[in-house]
Every structure is written in C-alpha cells, then in structure tokens.
C-alpha cells in the first residue's frame, strides 16, 4: 500500500483498517530504512499512528503541521512524497532528518530545536485568521520539548486568544532520558488521577457523540472549559483540555482529530503513546534508541570528546562536593551517565531549559558552589542572555563545557556549532579556550574549574586520538604552543584543525601555532610571530565572521602589522549535512586548503 501513497490525498481514499495495515508498513519501513541511514528510530516509531490520523483528517499545506523538534516526522515525510527519497535522510544533498520549508510545502514550519512548536503554530493560527482562511494550524510537541521556557511563553499567549490552535501533546514520558521536573509529574497525575478518569471517560463519550458538534463550537470559551476538563493546568490558562487517548489507537485518533477539527479555538489533545513502538528493543531501551547511527558504523574505541567531559567530571567531583553539574536534557549525550549514577546530589538535568540551566548555575555560584553547565554548541545559543546579563556581567564562577562545536555532521544546520566562537568572543570577562586533543582538553578543564570567573571549554563532536588523557596539570591561562617552528609561514590553529595544521606545516615548513585560547589571545606570541613571518593563516571551526581569526586580524590592525593574514573558517552561510569529512574537506577546513591558501 505504501508504494501506491505519494500524497495526502491518497490516504483520505482509505479505510481504518487499510489505514492500520498502512500503519505497519510504514513502521516495516521506518525500521529497515533508518537502520541504513541512522536517525530518530524511537521517536519516529511512536509516532506513526498519529501523523497518519493527522493526514486523513486535516489538509496539507492548507492546513499547517508543526512538528516540535521535527525529529519525529518522518512518517509526515513519507506521506508527503518523500518516501522514494528516505534513503537519503540525513545524508549530504539528501533529505534533512527535521522538518525543513524549502524541502516541502507541506512543511510549515522548519525546526531542530526543540520547543518551539506552539509558538510557531500561533503565528500561523493567528495568521490565518487575519487573512480570512479557515486553514487550521497544528502543533505537535512532546512532554520533553514541553520542558522548554519557550512552550510555556506560548500558552501563556494562547490561552488568553481566540486562536484556531490545535496543539496535540505526544506524552511518552520521554524525553532523549527519562523526563524530569513537576510539569512531568503533572502529566502523569493527569493520566493516572481518580478524579480525572471520571472526567475522560465523561469527556471521550461526549466527543465520540458529537453530531451536535457545531452548536458546542459556538457555546462560550467558558461553558466549553466547563464541559470537558475543568481545572486542568491547560484549562486555567484557557487552553481547552481533550484527553488522554491512546495514540497508538487509529480509529480513536481519527475520530477525536475529526471532532476538534470542528472547533475554532485554542485546545490541546493529550495522547500517550510509547516511545519505539513495534520494536522490543526500542521500546525496552527508548533513551539508547533516541537516535541511533547507521548499523554499518564501525564502533570506535577511542574515546569521544564527550566522554572525554564525562571522565573529568568524575575525576574532579569526586574530590570536590561543591561541583555541581547541570545538563539541559542531554545527559547521555554530554557522557554524564556516570557522574548522574555516582553523584545524583551534585547532579542537575533541568529539562529542556538551556536559559534557565545558565541562570540557575549563576545562582549556585553566588553561594560559593561550583557550577558546570555541560551543553551543545548550538543550544548554547538559547542561553545567550543569560551568558552575558547573569553570569559575565556579575563575573560569576561557571564553567561551561561547550560539546558539539563546530560541524556536527548529519543534523545539519539547526545543530551545527558554527557559531560560538563568534558570539562568545565579545563578551567581556569570558575565558573561550579551544583544545586541540583530549589531554589539552582534560587540562583546560582543570584550569577552567579553578579560574575565577565564567571559562568556556569548546570542543567538537567524535572521537578524540588520544586514550590516556587524565591529569592534574593545568594551563596557563592566555598562553599559546608552537607546535612546529618553520619558516615564512605561520599558520594559527584553533582546536582539533591544529592535525590538519601540522600536516600542511610539513609541506609548508611553516610554524604552527596550536592556539588553545581564543581569548584571550596570545597577543605577544601573535605580534612576534607576525613580524618575523611573511604569511600568516588562520584556521578555525567556527564562522569566520567574527570568528577566532578575525581576533587576530583585529589584533594586527590595532599594532598597524601589514604581514597579509588569510582566514579559514566556516563562510558566512548555513552550512550543509552531511558526514564530518565530507563538510570539512566542502568548506576547506583542511591540510589541502591550508596549502593551497599559502601557494596562491
Ligand atoms: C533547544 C534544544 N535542546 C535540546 C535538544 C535536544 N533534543 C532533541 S529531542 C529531545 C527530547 C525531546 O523529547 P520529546 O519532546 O518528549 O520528544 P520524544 O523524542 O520523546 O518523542 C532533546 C532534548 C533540542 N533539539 N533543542
């Protein structure tokens, strides 16, 4: 049957149970498919059941799907057209493992990001309504990005609009680990409360007895709040409460999804569902099955950068009661599993919350504990206010341990880490240092957590070369390494590129500077090496706008230094998926380009 579907118009020509055996191709499919490509395997295999219901019941793109994270749309994609291109997910030119505009009108809203869902949705509900279309709009969103501050600023609006919102609330009690914080809690009293089961059971008799349906639509906000749910947390903030229904049931989906297409107003339907569905394993290990690489990937023995983070974190709060350790929702991801199981007292997962995870530290720090936020590259952007306006601003002891920077591979742009060094380096009182391999890495970490102020510690994502890494010693702060002394050319690396540095050093005979700090800068080491140098390069992982070499440029100009200076770094454009190497040797962040700059 799933050959035979290249619209969503082919599946409205279906029956419920045509529509279930279309459901169990689908997840044949999503299983055999992503085991080649790598990708959200559990999220995609809860959710299938629900976009199929979402797509016989609603028109596309009239109406618009907004996926949360966009992680879990791949049945979406596979009902839109794209199934014949699914080998490609995630691939360089291939199809993105989110939700992205310019792949398909049927994809209103792009998205990596978690979180972001209700508001988009909102706009476009809103939207809607000014330009006079009955189109509705439908936000999907998890119990994991419903952590998230933005999805609580978006109900907040919500709840007190007329908006024809459909807001569908995908509870698995997961969300990449188990899901933390009361909000969580809450759902489950909603699932399992006694009061609340009378009312489901009231509320789900009345929907499926609904011919009276449009004489419910014009009844007052108020009575209609009264009807269903009264006093659910959604209900007093006016966001009409429906739920919870097994999302996994299709004709029970349909149904619902059939009824409150019929309303016009704000609403929010709770549906459990079980995250990997159809697979043991998954089901049995959903945190493992999250996202999973593709089964040809040679597993490595060399530790990753993040275990590298995880290692140190052991080491040093084991020693020191006052380390307190906070990830925004990516415990297994920053390799925290370890401190998390040994020290739970010194360990903190906020949820979805990178702002209020920065803002927290910032409050721990004021009492003397010694905060280290562990987060992503590209989710440090969330907490950008918080960096200056709480923590450099009152130059606060935090350390953050920045994972994921520069490119990350096959998430594309929404997680690439391209930027920080861009949006770090003018912050005042900031320590940015950059290593080059796994014991500079554990070394600047020491220094970092026994530096007065806020340090920042950016490394990229894979595997480090190195396996025996631990030490006491630290690095002085602001001082730089001549990797290699050559001559005419000086090449200044930052981070990991200081490999591809040393390689074209050789075929240069250039010296080669490993970098460590992007602030600050080794400015003495900088000016001697630029007078003494005829040629001078500069390479980075991160934008070149504003970017570790635009320092030094700075540098030399301030001193009036003319020694001609080129910058290697990421071009002033989202950057492409695809795997590490392939985007690496795309945007001539190697030994080649490092040669071929200096020849021409
Ligand atoms: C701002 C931000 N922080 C962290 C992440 C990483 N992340 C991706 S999916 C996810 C969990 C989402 O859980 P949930 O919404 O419940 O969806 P599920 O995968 O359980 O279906 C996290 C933390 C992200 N995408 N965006």
Known sequence: MLDSIQSPQDIKQLDLDQLQSLADE?????????????????????????????????????????????????????????????????????????????ESEHDAFGAGHSSTSISSALGIAVANKI??????????????????GMSFEALNHAGDSDADLLIILNDNDMSISKNVGAMSKYLTKLISGKVYSTMKSKSLGFLKKMPMIHEFARRSEEHVKGMVLPSTLFEELGVNYFGPIDGHDLPMLVNT???????????????????????KTAENDPCKFHGVAPASTKSSTLPSYSEVFGQWLLDTGANDQQLMA??????????????????????????????????????????GLKPVVAIYSTFLQRGYDQLIHDIALQNLNVTFAIDRAGLVGADGATH???????????????????????VE?????????????????????????????????????????????????SI??????????????????????????????????????????????????????GGAGSAISELLHAHNINTPLSLLGLPDIFTEQGS?????ALYGLNAESIIDTARS
């Open 26 to 102: 689908i997840r044949t499919f999503l299983i055999d498919n992503i085991q080649k490509t790598g990708g959200h395997l559990a999220p995609n295999l809860g959710t299938v059941e629900l976009t199929i219901a979402m797509h016989y019941v609603f028109d596309t793109p009239k109406d618009s799907f907004v996926f949360d994270v966009g992680h879990q749309a791949y049945t979406h994609k596979i009902l839109t057209g794209r199934k014949d291109k699914m080998h490609t997910l995630r691939k360089k030119n291939g199809l993105s493992g989110f939700t992205k505009q310019s």
């Open 131 to 148: 330009n006079k279309t009955e189109y509705k709009s439908i936000a999907v969103i998890g119990d994991g990005a419903l952590t998230g």
């Open 257 to 279: 999804l059939q009824n409150l297409k019929q309303l016009k107003i704000p609403r929010l339907l709770h549906i459990i569902t079980k995250k990997g569905y159809g697979l």
């Open 326 to 367: 906070i990830t925004p929702a990516m415990c297994t991801g920053s390799g925290m599993s370890e401190f998390e199981a040994q020290f739970p007292e010194q360990y903190f997962d906020v949820g979805i919350a990178e702002q209020h995870a920065i803002t927290f530290a910032g409050g721990l720090a004021t009492q």
């Open 416 to 438: 690439a880490g391209s930027f920080d060094l861009s949006f770090l380096r003018c912050i005042p009182n900031l320590v940015i240092m950059a290593p080059s391999n796994a």
């Open 441 to 489: 890495m554990y070394q600047m970490l020491n220094s970092a957590y026994h530096t007065n102020g806020p340090v920042c510690v950016r490394y990229p994502r894979g595997a480090s070369l190195i396996k025996d890494y631990t030490t006491n010693n630290k690095i002085k702060i602001g001082k730089a390494n001549i990797a290699r002394i050559g001559n005419k050319i």
């Open 492 to 545: 200044f690396a930052f981070g990991t590129t200081l490999d591809q540095a040393l390689i074209a050093g050789e075929e240069l005979d250039a010296t080669v500077v490993d970098m460590r700090f992007v602030k600050p800068l080794d400015e003495s080491l900088v000016i001697e090496l630029a007078n003494t140098h005829q040629q001078l390069i500069s390479i980075e992982d991160n934008a070149i706008t």
């Open 580 to 584: 590490q190497e392939e985007l690496y």
